[in-house]
């Protein structure tokens, strides 16, 4: 069925199943002593949201790639090359002109732009009132490059399900609908601040209820074309062998701090401390009255961390400690520290029993995801596909040929 651009650019503004993420609610980690923040690990919804059902255009920016295509931490502090200017020379692309066409699905200049900028100021959300300053800008040119590239791999693989859910004849029941509202709704803290998500996502309940429709239709039709998915107990028995590191818990160390951040009169103010804390004073309430990581909220409490986790001045003396013990001031990137050992915990092996089931899941998705990205090829071997964006040459490695795509 032909669509018109207005109906394509409808379609567009709601990408596919992006009602269907839920918000992770939580405080965020210390951000004081930490050498960097762990990539949360992936679990089994996780690795099923990274085939294009999920439909956020938009995931977090937390990894760069390098120029050798290997990935580092996004680190704003680190300068990088500025990006390509725009050829002056060149026309602009008129805002109604293709962008993207798949079969007889088109997104248009004005809606890819629109969709690229939205991502954009939502990375900026998450940076927060971060300084804009050339470094920082540069850098995040760099990413916009990198976001232009994911959102023409995302859009062509939407459209590609869309026009192979039109042209299938599987239906979604109510209650299959209501099923997953439901379990949708329920990790919310409440309904409301689930309309509230709607509302700034700019989708209608019907709307949302129409892409968890869409989101039925296509597990149905996936679950067809992939079939079953099996591991066997010798496979997952190989894995747990083979990759003993996995499945290893180095030791820990629970500690709290206190932290004066580096500044003029900052050596006489922590030194201070130490002296009150020798005295007798409660370290928990001195953390709650002067240390400036946000630990001290919780009376300094930085939970379990391993030494590899946090910088390492501060790991060192952390690990050398005595439960119980408080050390001298400990100099840092960021200011100064004392530290107070709570508890010790060995480094232990994971059992095999205890991650067989996490295992074969694992196992089973990674196997399922490859047939998912084979069928994705097909479908792109078999479809009308035109990219008109103009994009900037990523890092070697960055993504792979496109196949299919013309």
Known sequence: MQRTSKQA?????????????????????YACGREETPVATRDATETEAAWPQSGDLAPPVTDVPTADGEVEPFDLSQPINPAQPANPAQPAEPADGTAIQVNDAVVTHGEFERELQEQ???LEQQLGGMEL??????????????????????????LLLEDYIARSSVEASQEEVDEHWKEIVTQFPDPQMFEQMLEQEGVTVD????????????????????????????????????QPEQFSQPA??????????AGEGAEEAIQALHEQIQAGEDFEALAREHSACPSGQEGGDLGFFSEDQMVEPFARQAFAMETGEVSAPVETPFGYHIIKLEERRDAEQTEYAEVEEDIKQQLEQQRAQVKQDEFLERLKEAAD?????????????????????N
């Open 9 to 29: 650019g409808r379609d567009w503004r709601r990408p596919l199943f992006r009602v269907a993420l839920v918000l992770a609610f939580g405080a965020g980690l």
């Open 120 to 122: 954009m100021k939502r």
């Open 133 to 158: 300053t050339p470094e920082v800008q540069q850098r995040l040119a760099l990413i916009r490059g990198q976001m232009k590239h994911q959102l023409v791999e995302h859009t062509v693989a939407r």
């Open 207 to 242: 709307e949302a209820r129409e892409q968890i429709a869409q989101q039925v239709k296509l597990e149905k039709l996936m679950a067809d074309e992939i079939g079953e998915v099996e591991v066997s107990d010798d496979e997952a028995q190989m894995f747990y062998d083979m």
């Open 252 to 261: 820990q160390v629970r500690a709290r701090h206190i932290l004066v951040e």
């Open 385 to 405: 596909i035109t990219i008109n964006v103009d994009l900037p040459a990523p890092p070697p490695g960055m993504f792979p040929e496109p196949d299919g795509l």
